[in-house]
Each structure stands twice: as structure tokens, then as C-alpha cells.
């Protein structure tokens, strides 16, 4: 097995999702109170959820979009209230700057700065988290999203998409996330290798060979240094 490059996912393979997404409600709600009370009074933060959940039901089509799919929510939310997309922008603002404000798995920083001593790395996320607000870019080559490129996993052309930036073909090329129909079966599917992420031992019971299992991403760095 020759690696020449490797793409990772993010929420939930870096950093878990959850508590960052509880944070990102809450500093909206909080900006909302400060600057759109009738707003934050008519849409505390488990209407907004039902707002958000609405929208994403109704704009299938955005599903690769979860920026665009967000702002279409405030407006829905602001609008109504007379204001703008001054307010929405700033609104947005508040949101993604808690959103881009995550707390690594214990392991994850250096795991990183070990896999990034051995080849390319670049991020693949179908979410919508900026390495560089983050503070990881200076260890990746290059970020792709399924808002930058247009569709998200398991298409087989996002991972190709991201082999181009890393400069390796797809079988000399490892994928790394937890999602195992977007990321083991999607990669599997678009010619990559894949590891799987399983944190909480679940156990493979998605059909055919078990994929390349880890249990942190220190485990995997060991095993792509034992690559040589």
C-alpha cells in the first residue's frame, strides 16, 4: 500500500460537531437579543432549529449548501421584522465565528502534525468550517468543500476533485473520516482507500469487507508511519 496523499474530513474527525453547533445557536441567539430583540423573542433558539430544519427540507437542492442554506434561514427570520441583509450578514457573522471556534479531539493536533510530516494533506467536508479560521490551514495543502465544488460526498468527483489538489491519483491516495457512507463507502467507491474513524466501537454493519478501522487519529497516524 503506497500513500501519496491523504484527505480528511472534519466535524466529527477532527473535533466533534455537537457542542460547537450548541455554541454556534447560542452566540446567534445572543447577537440576535443585542440586535434584533423582536427577533430573538419570536425565534429563541429551538424555533430557530425548526426554521433551520424547514428550510433544509425545502431546498433539497441546496443539500451540498449548508452556508447558503443558513442565510436563506435568517432571512426568513429577519426579514419578516423589516430588516435587511446588513442584519443577515452580520447575524451570519456571529454564527460561523462560533461555529469556526472548535476544540480538537485530544489527539487530533498532533496526530496531524505527524500525518502532515508524510504526506499532503487537504481537508474534505461536506460541512462548511474554514481551516483557516480554525487555525489547522498551515497543515493542509488545500480544503474543499461541497460548497466550493458544488456536490458533496459520496460523489466520486469531490474526491477526485480533492486528489487533484493534493497531486496524487485516487488508489495512491487515503481518505479518513467517520461517516461511513460518505466517507469509507464514498471514497471506496471513487477508487481511494478509506480508514474509518469508529470512536465509539461500533463495529462495521455497512455491508461487504471492513474497512481500515481506528479508534483515534493517533492510531492512524501510526499506522501511515508504519507505511514508511
Known amino acids: 500500500m503506497k500513500i501519496a496523499a491523504i484527505t480528511l474530513d472534519l466535524d466529527d474527525t477532527l473535533w466533534p460537531i455537537a457542542p460547537v453547533?450548541?455554541?454556534?445557536?447560542?452566540?446567534?441567539?445572543?447577537?440576535?437579543?443585542?440586535?434584533?430583540?423582536d427577533v430573538a423573542q419570536a425565534?429563541?433558539?429551538?424555533?430557530?432549529?425548526?426554521?433551520?430544519?424547514?428550510?433544509?427540507?425545502?431546498?433539497?437542492h441546496l443539500g451540498h449548501d449548508f452556508t447558503e442554506m443558513r442565510l436563506i434561514c435568517l432571512r426568513r427570520a429577519l426579514n419578516p421584522h423589516g430588516y435587511g441583509e446588513r442584519e443577515v450578514a452580520q447575524a451570519f457573522e456571529a454564527?460561523?465565528?462560533?461555529?469556526?471556534?472548535?476544540?480538537?479531539?485530544?489527539?487530533?493536533?498532533?496526530?496531524?502534525?505527524?500525518?502532515?510530516?508524510?504526506?499532503?494533506?487537504?481537508?474534505?467536508?461536506?460541512?462548511?468550517?474554514?481551516?483557516?479560521?480554525?487555525?489547522?490551514?498551515?497543515?493542509?495543502?488545500?480544503?474543499?468543500?461541497?460548497r466550493s465544488f458544488g456536490s458533496a460526498k459520496p460523489d466520486a468527483a469531490i474526491f477526485h476533485a480533492a486528489c487533484a489538489l493534493a497531486g496524487s491519483a485516487p488508489e495512491q491516495t487515503l481518505h479518513v473520516g467517520d461517516h461511513p457512507e460518505q466517507d469509507v463507502l464514498g471514497a471506496l467507491g471513487a477508487g481511494l482507500h478509506a480508514a474509518w474513524l469508529d470512536r465509539e466501537g461500533t463495529g462495521w454493519r455497512h455491508g461487504g469487507q471492513p474497512p481500515r478501522t481506528f479508534s483515534c487519529l493517533r492510531e492512524l497516524a501510526e499506522f501511515v508511519e508504519g507505511l514508511g
Open 95 to 146: 454564527f460561523y465565528a462560533a461555529r469556526n471556534r472548535v476544540e480538537l479531539y485530544p489527539e487530533a493536533g498532533d496526530a496531524l502534525e505527524r500525518l502532515a510530516r508524510r504526506a499532503p494533506l487537504v481537508s474534505l467536508s461536506n460541512g462548511n468550517a474554514c481551516l483557516d479560521r480554525v487555525g489547522l490551514a498551515h497543515l493542509f495543502r488545500a480544503q474543499i468543500t461541497a
Open 43 to 60: 425565534l429563541p433558539i429551538a424555533a430557530m432549529r425548526a426554521l433551520r430544519d424547514e428550510v433544509f427540507a425545502t431546498h433539497p
Open 21 to 37: 453547533m450548541e455554541r454556534a445557536d447560542q452566540a446567534l441567539q445572543d447577537w440576535l437579543a443585542a440586535n434584533c430583540p
